[in-house]
């Protein structure tokens, strides 16, 4: 006859089991969603694994990108793609300076066909990444560009960034291109549920650590992703242009490996702009 004991024991077993199951699934499915972004920003992946290489064997200086900051100002780390092997879809604009002020906001303004998309920058926050933004923007990089990947099943995001997704209709590198350097993740939303709500501007990246570059997503629905993207801004004029887009829909571009696939209502990037540091 089975002891009062040994039926606790069994039980304890049972709920063990039922509770290592359950977060098996879960980290199935963290996994899956994370692979809706980092897989759909394939942004260097051929020298990705290089330039995460090279960051990690950077030291400490690299690691601590804002260590050392006085006075206002961040001493940031923008890792050069080596230039052999480098995939034509990178435009080289060169370098950002290294130090960057971390004080006082900006206001990004995208000018697209279909109106304004605007969002407020706190440099506090993301001083190398709204740095490299302004420097990125000052030559002219995301003029004329599509935004190039839109999802609208488990997570609800916008695309944008590539510097190679230009003229009629879509190549099979768009997601592809970037800048001629990568730099390290910043405000990652590690406290926040959902990660990436409605309204946030973040950083893609190709899964690596380090391997943030020009790519960004226009968050248009609350999207529990895991936090590995810089958040850049919030949007504060213009989410209805990026749902009007939404709601015509994707064409399954990238249903079988990423998610998602290329807008049907086309949005392009006739200009975006930094403003001056206020504050």
Same mark, same amino acid.
């Given at each position: 006859?089975?002891?009062?004991? @040994?039926?606790?024991? $069994?039980?304890?077993?049972?709920?063990?089991?039922?509770?290592?199951? @359950?977060?098996?699934?879960?980290?199935?499915?963290?996994?899956?969603?994370?692979?809706?972004?980092?897989?759909?920003?394939?942004?260097?992946?051929?020298?990705?694994?290089?330039?995460?290489?090279?960051? $990690?064997?950077?030291?400490?200086?690299?690691?601590?990108?804002?260590?050392?900051? $006085? /006075?206002?100002?961040?001493?940031?780390?923008?890792?050069?793609?080596?230039?052999?092997?480098?995939?034509?879809?990178?435009?080289?604009?060169?370098?950002?300076?290294?130090?960057?002020?971390?004080?006082?906001?900006?206001?990004?303004?995208?000018?697209?066909?279909?109106?304004?998309?605007?969002?407020?920058?706190?440099?506090?926050?993301?001083?190398?990444?709204?740095? %490299?933004?302004?420097?990125?923007?000052?030559?002219?990089?995301?003029?004329?560009?599509?935004?190039?990947?839109?999802?609208?099943?488990?997570?609800?995001?916008?695309?944008? /960034?590539?510097?190679?997704?230009? /003229?009629? /209709?879509?190549?099979?590198?768009?997601?592809?291109?970037?800048?001629?350097?990568?730099?390290?993740?910043?405000?990652?939303?590690?406290?926040?549920?959902?990660?990436?709500? @409605?309204?946030?501007?973040?950083?893609?990246?190709?899964?690596?650590?380090? %391997?943030?570059?020009?790519?960004?997503?226009?968050?248009?629905?609350? %999207?529990?992703?895991?936090?590995?993207?810089?958040?850049?801004?919030?949007?504060?004029?213009?989410?209805?242009?990026?749902?009007?887009?939404?709601?015509?829909?994707?064409?399954?571009?990238?249903?079988?490996?990423?998610?998602?696939?290329?807008?049907?209502?086309?949005?392009?990037?006739?200009?975006?702009?930094?403003?001056?540091?206020?504050?």
């Amino acid at each position: 006859m089975t002891s009062t004991r @040994e039926r606790q024991r $069994a039980a304890a077993r049972a709920r063990l089991e039922r509770e290592m199951a @359950e977060r098996s699934a879960r980290a199935r499915k963290r996994r899956q969603t994370q692979a809706i972004v980092g897989a759909g920003a394939v942004l260097l992946l051929v020298v990705a694994g290089t330039v995460w290489l090279a960051t $990690a064997l950077g030291g400490d200086d690299d690691k601590k990108q804002h260590a050392g900051s $006085a /006075g206002g100002a961040a001493q940031c780390a923008y890792t050069e793609v080596p230039k052999e092997g480098r995939p034509k879809e990178i435009k080289d604009v060169g370098l950002p300076e290294a130090q960057q002020k971390d004080t006082g906001t900006q206001t990004m303004t995208i000018d697209t066909n279909l109106g304004p998309i605007t969002a407020k920058i706190d440099r506090a926050a993301v001083p190398c990444t709204a740095g %490299s933004f302004t420097h990125l923007a000052s030559k002219g990089f995301f003029d004329n560009t599509k935004c190039h990947r839109l999802v609208t099943e488990g997570i609800k995001v916008l695309q944008c /960034g590539d510097p190679s997704a230009t /003229g009629n /209709g879509w190549r099979q590198t768009d997601g592809t291109g970037g800048p001629g350097y990568n730099l390290a993740e910043e405000n990652l939303p590690t406290d926040k549920r959902p990660a990436y709500p @409605e309204g946030v501007i973040a950083m893609a990246n190709s899964g690596q650590p380090g %391997s943030t570059g020009s790519q960004f997503f226009i968050v248009y629905g609350d %999207s529990q992703l895991d936090p590995n993207y810089t958040v850049l801004g919030s949007v504060t004029g213009g989410m209805d242009l990026v749902k009007q887009v939404a709601a015509a829909g994707d064409d399954k571009a990238f249903a079988q490996q990423a998610g998602g696939g290329h807008p049907k209502k086309e949005i392009v990037i006739n200009k975006l702009a930094m403003s001056d540091i206020q504050g």
